[in-house]
């Protein structure tokens, strides 16, 4: 089934671990992005890839890394955990940067610091 | 900066018609989006408005107004699984999305 799919679905983590959350699209969509959903907040925007190969800094881009080797996988890296990095981490796609039409989310990282 | 105002609940009975509004920021905009969302769910696309006027997909319609900053999402024949989030979603001058904190729909039989 076409779509995004993200790893790990859930995670518990210690304060100042590393840890990688993985996105991998298959439908060629050229833009990537991470968000973070918080309660009672809007999605917040960590970072974006127009294109493999580039890659942008969102609203909320301090603690997190992103890295773009292709167009199918864009992962999230937080190299240092912080309790403040709580959340629930959204990975979408969509046909290319600057469209109008629909963003494609992946089911969701629920991400704990402690 | 952006700021993107919905209610943060509502209830309505099945069967019923319920309307939740969205303002925004009328500089910089290229589009107003909403999107449903179950709980412990992703985000799922409903519509897309970038002229003045009411967009209708099946149940579900969408209205905008540029000149006052306004949008709504209409739903009518309301149904029990109609139960989710619904967000609110400006795309600004840079082709970037600012979210509203999203309006949670409590359907009751």
């Known amino acids: 089934i076409a779509g995004i799919t993200q790893a790990p679905t859930s995670q518990i983590l210690a304060a100042g671990r590393r840890m990688t959350l993985r996105c991998t699209q298959d439908?060629?969509?050229?833009?990537m992005y991470w968000y973070r959903q918080d309660l009672g907040l809007g999605l917040r925007l960590i970072h974006y890839?127009?294109?493999?190969?580039?890659?942008g800094k969102g609203e909320v881009p301090d603690g997190y890394s992103v890295s773009r080797a292709n167009t199918d996988d864009f992962p999230l890296t937080l190299a240092s955990a912080v309790p403040s990095q709580t959340s629930v981490y959204f990975c979408a796609s969509s046909e290319k940067s600057g469209d109008t039409g629909e963003l494609f989310f992946g089911e969701g990282s629920r991400l704990t610091v402690l | 900066g952006q700021n993107i105002d919905q209610p943060t609940e509502m209830t309505a009975t099945e069967g019923a018609i319920v309307q939740i509004n969205c303002t925004y920021q009328?500089?910089?905009?290229?589009?107003l989006f909403w999107y449903q969302q179950h709980a412990g769910e992703a985000p799922t696309f409903l519509s897309y408005n970038v002229l003045d006027g009411l967009e209708e997909k099946g149940r579900f319609s969408s209205f905008l107004s540029r000149s006052k900053g306004y949008s709504y999402l209409l739903l009518k024949e309301l149904q029990m699984k109609d139960s989710a989030s619904y967000l609110c979603?400006?795309?600004?001058?840079?082709?970037?999305?600012?979210w509203g904190a999203g309006t949670k729909l409590i359907i009751k039989p």
């Open positions: 890839s127009n294109t493999a190969g580039t890659t």
């Open positions: 439908m060629r969509h050229n833009a």
């Open positions: 009328t500089s910089g905009f290229n589009g």
């Open positions: 979603a400006q795309m600004d001058s840079n082709y970037q999305l600012i």
